[in-house]
């Protein structure tokens, strides 16, 4: 009983949206459990962010520093992605437990742990080589980001010519979504052919899936008939996004 | 006692396949894991764009944890097919290894469940990741 006065009682930590909790390659001493908000877990490869999840409330980060062992550091960087409240567990209060559990449950923690390790490894690898083969000279780098990470979806949307009154809205379906442009389709009787050619910029609001709205202003970069008479469809990227919205897009992205 | 024989201690059942035969559907309904005793199998999970091979099993390897935890709803996260010849796997006495599980205290089951669905969320993202860069 002496021992357990020594093991450090759990304490609860709070982080501000953007507050680093741990980094990659930093030696830890403690695990997280998340009591409130959402963290993201990256690896970094270059000067790239690799987004290996996001977890919330009841998950827990920093766990695979604990199996690992005391010498190794930690395998991913950990950020607050809203202000977030986070219990923390001292390696201290679990090691002697861990090291007395049944062998079976430590072969099993053991062989997912190498598991995870190897497909965190993999997403790494094939995040740097999308990057180097499909954007080898960085040139448009919003178009090829559009490429990487478009994500079907058919949300009806309503839009205006950024040139017409704000009420002027029609509407329309977004067919893909990514965190750079989105792939819409109108009917081409709406209103005057002159919108739709490429440098028109849109005004489109939308209601994701996760029940968020968003609103983003796009540029046209190509018009196309899409084999449905009477559609166009416009392939669009974002211009002048804030951070909120691009955040809330990754959220969705990643979801 | 070597790893071998210490899940040798949990195997309540064996089961033979034959080369391409599938020992978890992915989808269905399962909450027992397996020990591969011979043999090799592959993991493979269902993408937009085809079927994706997450990587090959050993003698030795636990799998089934996915259902094991039940972090999935229960169902199974991907399939586990026989490769290059039969394949013998033991199936887990799921009483015994739960009753392991529960013995636990709170922090460090929901530590090895973590490490699961950490585990599941990766490999989500590969098949995403595999299917957007096709």
Redesign the interface.
Same mark, same amino acid.
């Given at each position: 009983m002496a021992n357990k006065k020594k093991i450090p009682p759990i304490k609860t930590l709070r982080y501000k949206k953007g507050d680093l909790i741990f980094k990659e390659g930093d030696y830890g001493i403690s695990m997280y459990k998340i009591v409130m908000g959402k963290v993201h877990i990256f690896k970094e490869s270059g000067d790239r962010e690799v987004s290996l999840a996001i977890l919330g409330p009841g998950e827990i980060i920093g766990e695979m520093t604990f199996l690992s062992g005391p010498n190794v550091p930690r395998s991913a960087s950990a950020k607050a992605l809203e202000d977030s409240n986070l219990e923390v567990w001292h390696f201290s209060r679990l090691r002697k437990e861990y090291e007395e559990m049944p062998p079976i449950l430590k072969v099993m923690a053991t062989q997912t742990l190498e598991r995870l390790i190897r497909t965190n490894n993999i997403l790494v690898n094939l995040d740097v080589k999308r990057s180097k083969t499909e954007n080898p000279e960085n040139t448009d780098l919003r178009a090829s980001q559009r490429r990487f990470y478009r994500k079907k979806v058919d949300l009806e949307c309503i839009y205006r010519s950024t040139k017409s009154r704000p009420n002027a809205c029609l509407k329309g379906r977004i067919k893909d979504i990514s965190l750079n442009g989105m792939g819409l389709e109108v009917s081409a009787k709406n209103g005057c052919h002159s919108f739709y050619k490429p440098g028109e910029a849109f005004v489109i609001n939308t209601v994701l899936p996760n029940g968020r709205n968003l609103e983003v202003t796009a540029t046209v970069k190509s018009v196309g008939e899409n084999g449905t008479p009477g559609r166009l469809s416009m392939g669009m990227c974002f211009t002048d996004t804030p951070v909120w919205v691009k955040e809330r897009l990754g959220f969705f992205m990643m979801s | 006692?070597n $790893?071998n024989q210490? !899940?040798w201690? *949990?195997v309540a059942r064996e089961e033979d396949y034959p080369e391409d035969a599938t020992i978890i559907k992915e989808g269905s309904w399962g909450d027992w @894991?397996y020990v591969l005793l011979e043999g090799r199998a592959k993991v493979t999970k269902k993408t937009r764009d085809g079927t994706l091979t +997450?990587?090959t099993l050993e003698a030795g @390897? /636990?799998f089934g944890?996915v259902g094991f935890f039940e972090v999935n709803g229960g169902t199974r996260s991907a399939s586990v097919i026989a490769s290059n010849g039969p394949v013998r796997v033991g199936v +887990?006495d799921s009483h015994l +290894?739960r009753k $392991? *599980?529960e013995a +636990?205290?709170l922090?460090?089951k929901? !530590?090895?469940k @973590? !490490? /699961? /669905? &950490? !585990?599941k969320?990766? =490999?989500e &993202?590969?098949c995403f990741?595999?299917q =957007?860069?096709n």
């Open positions: - | 006692m $790893d210490l !899940l201690a *949990y @894991a +997450l990587g @390897a /636990v944890e +887990l +290894l $392991d *599980y +636990l205290s922090e460090l929901e !530590l090895l @973590a !490490l /699961v /669905v &950490r !585990l969320k990766s =490999t &993202r590969l990741f595999n =957007t860069s």
